[in-house]
Nanobody, 130 residues
Framework: QVQLVESGGGSVQAGGSLRLSCVVS????????MGWFRQTPGKEREGVAV?????????SYAHSVKGRFTISKDNAKNTLYLEMNSLKPEDTAMYYC??????????????????????WGQGTQVTVSS
């Protein structure tokens, strides 16, 4: 059974930093697609960043966070991270860690859609004040 448990959210002032963690259990694929998504009340969930490993490791980011956020995965600790710098009030949201079921090429590994992400954590709240 796959379980994803996020932590690291909190309240910070604009310009500050946070690092989110997502401990993964039951998901031990050497090739994987994982990502971070966020959602605010009344709005659709949006992709923030994804990381894909199919031989090489690649990452992609939403335009709104590119250059400020960094996604990474520690395979030894089976933990996914999201380093968030230069935070803005518009980054305020519930942040979710997600993973796609085991595959070979992960052709749908993108932050643009969450359709192929079947495993989700419970979320961690990030609040950025101005």
């Amino acid at each position: 059974q796959v379980q994803l448990v996020e932590s690291g959210g909190g309240s910070v002032q604009a310009g500050g930093s946070l690092r989110l963690s997502c401990v993964v259990s039951g998901y031990t694929y050497s090739r994987y697609c994982m990502g971070w998504f966020r959602q605010t009340p009344g709005k659709e969930r949006e992709g923030v960043a994804v990381i894909k490993r199919t031989g090489d490791t690649s990452t992609s980011y939403a335009h709104s966070v590119k250059g400020r956020f960094t996604i990474s995965k520690d395979n030894a600790k089976n933990t996914l991270y999201l380093e968030m710098n230069s935070l803005k009030p518009e980054d305020t949201a519930m942040y979710y860690c997600a993973a796609q079921p085991g595959s070979y090429w992960y052709v749908s590994c993108s932050h643009s859609t969450d359709d192929a992400f079947k495993f989700w954590g419970q979320g961690t709240q990030v609040t950025v004040s101005s």
